[in-house]
């Protein structure tokens, strides 16, 4: 049984591991045609090969079809996480000029005057997005096509930027993790050996961008001396390489935290890692967002007279955020048409509370209808849609009691009245003679005397 089991153990993982993510990424090459105007090509990225020949693709050119070598693993790993479900990822690639840093305060990662003749050649840049993940690598063409029958371009990740929360949804005052993972390679080995042993220096950069302004939140270089802008917003970066081989492949860390969010604090936020003339670049949808609270006035019973409307309800959605998005529907659950129905009635909304931490308030309202004897028992319900609540939302509901069914009428109130004064009087009464017959003993114990 052992070597069975083994067997099927090292399928499965066989099965898995070859399953495990999509093996080509479909891409689109983007250049430019001159005149304001882009051309689009198709193009391809092989990150795993199955066993026997490589899969031909004679749609595309030879030198779009790219079979990805990744020393420091992060491009594949990121895509052998990715589900099989989800929608495919959006990518597009375009040639690139390795380019200094153009912030001040990166100066020091190129000391150089010029771009090191390691870095000569033809680059590419591949920018992936999805609601997965978000990454941007720097590809290297290592030769020409392979001749036939596969015509294909072996390419090299140098460096990789990702993160696998590209679109965070964080709720109002707590803390945001922005996570950033990178990557990087040496495009050659005359590169590597060129500099002293261990990862390079490298600048680390968060901007935030909304409403048309940017902010630069965060930068730094860990291992250099520079003059770094102070960090805004109570921003800490965790700007570190994770090993110290001494001729790589590195992997570093840049996730961004910040401190109990706030409103203000939502929109793209852009996050780069600078190496010297290598600027990879990922983006953020940061969303802040808080569930409304609500409540329903009067509650928890709601009185009416048959052929009388009952008094207008109020519902109090509160402190949530954003204020866009909001749907309130009033339902009348147990009707005499069935067990659910859309109440009918004049419907209000009142204007937007703004609150001093962001949130919002408002109220919806509703004048009922008059109702019948058949609307006894039957319960009113608020029920409040928002992007923050689930899709059946959140509801409030009061319950509606029709006078004269299982409430006192206005003939019970009376005859209560009229029960509970004559019991008062006998109660009197009987007070009235226990201290008679008192005085009267007292009086002849007196005369005995």
Excluded at 61 to 67: F, I, R, T, V
Excluded at 210 to 233: D, F, I, V, Y
Excluded at 266 to 279: I, K, N, R
Excluded at 299 to 310: H, M, S, Y
């Amino acid at each position: 049984m052992k070597p069975l089991s083994l067997l099927l153990s090292v399928a499965l993982g066989l099965v898995t591991a070859v399953s495990a993510g999509p093996a080509v990424i479909e891409c689109w090459m983007v250049e430019d045609a001159g005149g304001g105007r882009l051309t689009k090509k198709p193009a391809a990225l092989l990150l795993r090969q199955g066993p026997g020949r490589l899969p031909p693709r004679p749609d595309l050119e030879p030198e779009l079809y790219l079979k990805v070598r990744d020393p420091a693993g992060a491009l594949q790993a990121a895509f052998r996480r990715y589900p099989s479900d989800a929608p495919a990822p959006h990518c597009e690639m375009s040639r690139y000029l390795p380019l200094p840093a153009s912030a001040n305060w990166a100066s020091g990662l190129t000391p150089e005057q010029s771009c090191p003749r390691a870095l000569d050649g033809t680059w590419l840049l591949v920018s992936v997005s999805s609601p997965i993940l978000s990454l941007s690598s720097f590809l290297r063409p290592e030769s020409e096509p392979q001749p036939e029958p596969n015509l294909i371009t072996m390419v090299t990740a140098v460096l990789t930027v990702l993160t696998h929360t590209p679109t965070p949804r964080i709720r109002l005052g707590q803390d945001a993790l922005l996570d950033l993972k990178f990557a990087y390679m040496p495009p050659t080995s005359e590169a590597a050996t060129s500099l002293a042993p261990g990862p390079p220096p490298f600048g680390l950069e968060w901007r935030r961008q909304h409403l048309g302004k940017g902010h630069l939140l965060l930068a730094a270089t860990p291992g250099l001396s520079e003059q770094m802008p102070p960090a805004q917003e109570g921003a800490v970066a965790f700007a570190a390489w994770d090993d110290d081989e001494p001729w790589g492949p590195w992997t570093g860390n840049g996730t961004l935290w910040l401190p109990a969010v706030q409103p203000f604090q939502e929109g793209t936020y852009l996050a780069t890692v600078h190496l010297p003339y290598l600027q990879g670049q990922v983006a953020l949808e940061l969303a802040v967002q808080k569930p409304p609270k609500v409540s329903l006035t009067p509650a928890p019973l709601v009185w009416a007279t048959r052929g009388e409307a009952p008094p207008q309800l109020q519902c109090l959605v509160s402190h949530f955020y954003p204020s866009e998005g909001l749907e309130v529907e009033w339902e009348l659950r147990g009707g005499p048409e069935g067990s659910f129905q859309k109440a009918e009635g004049q419907k209000w909304l009142s204007a937007l509370l703004h609150h001093s931490d962001g949130t919002v308030s408002l109220s919806a309202h509703l004048q009922p209808v008059p109702i019948t004897a058949e609307h006894h028992g039957a319960r009113y319900a608020c029920r409040v849609h928002h992007p923050t609540l689930p899709a059946l939302g959140r509801s409030a509901e009061v319950t509606l009691e029709v006078a004269g069914l299982s409430g006192p009428t206005l003939e019970d109130g009376v005859g209560l009245f009229l029960s509970a004064f004559l019991l008062l009087g006998l109660i009197k009464a009987l007070g009235w003679a226990a201290a008679y017959m008192c005085t009267s003993k007292d009086s002849k114990e007196k005369k005995a005397q």
